[in-house]
């Protein structure tokens, strides 16, 4: 399977501030998604990070307040902009990749955000 | 919209017994259905999947079962060990895009 690897691995942030998240592949991969997992909550696809186009957000998420780059098949940023308390979760990206029986999707180590 | 619903939401057993977790889709052009166990503060990790295409699959303590007419898949762990002990998801999809969530299983196996 693909190594993937996030940065930062956790931060702390004041609200209204911005924090940006790297999410880079050891390969070159198609599919790249970002989640988001609350305290204690499962997880909740954000966007489909798209290399050249603009990333597909599901809904009840947007571009303005998580604008997502995916300048190659093998890195991928996600902002989260304008930050409340709210937004404290664990953000992940994952990537689809090979397994014995087919394609599947793994997961990056994530990146812990508290907002004070 | 699309949503995967998943019980328990904890399950407690003694080592060596059996766990099973259910979960139901109501999206019916799913045809890929992973499980996740996320341990404390790690990623959540594969452990088995299963597509349409197949009603049943194991792997040594694990198994999978789908029932497609019914719209649900359930994880089997057979001789529960205390590293067993996590947060298991089940997920479906269309192909292996966008994942839906169950809302995870807090398992516990005690020694």
């Known amino acids: 399977s693909a190594v993937i690897s996030q940065k930062p691995s956790r931060d702390i942030c004041q609200r209204g501030t911005s924090l940006t998240i790297q999410c880079q592949v050891d390969?070159?991969?198609?599919?790249m998604f970002w989640y988001r997992q609350q305290p204690g909550q499962s997880l909740t696809l954000i966007a489909t990070a798209n290399q050249g186009s603009e990333a597909t957000y599901e809904s009840g998420f947007v571009i303005d307040k998580f604008p997502i780059s995916r300048p190659n098949l093998t890195f991928s940023t996600l902002t989260v902009s304008n930050m409340s308390p709210e937004d404290s979760s664990i953000y992940l990206c994952?990537?689809?990749?090979?397994?014995?029986?087919?394609?599947?999707?793994?997961f990056g180590p994530g990146t812990r955000l508290l907002v004070l | 919209g699309e949503n995967v619903e998943q019980h328990p939401s904890t399950l407690s057993v003694q080592e060596g017994d059996s766990a099973v977790i259910k979960c139901t889709y109501s999206d019916s052009a799913s045809n890929y259905f992973p499980w996740y166990k996320q341990e404390l503060g790690k990623r959540p990790q594969l452990i088995i999947d299963?597509?349409?295409?197949?009603g049943e699959k194991k792997d040594q303590r694990i198994a999978v079962t789908l029932n497609k007419t019914a719209k649900h898949f359930s994880l089997h762990i057979t001789e529960t060990q205390p590293e067993d002990s996590a947060v298991y998801f089940c997920a479906g999809s269309r192909n292996t895009g966008k994942l839906i969530f169950g809302q995870g299983t807090t398992l516990q196996v005690k020694p």
């Open positions: 994952s990537v689809e990749g090979a397994s014995r029986t087919g394609e599947t999707q793994y």
């Open positions: 299963i597509r349409s295409n197949v």
């Open positions: 390969s070159q991969v198609t599919m």
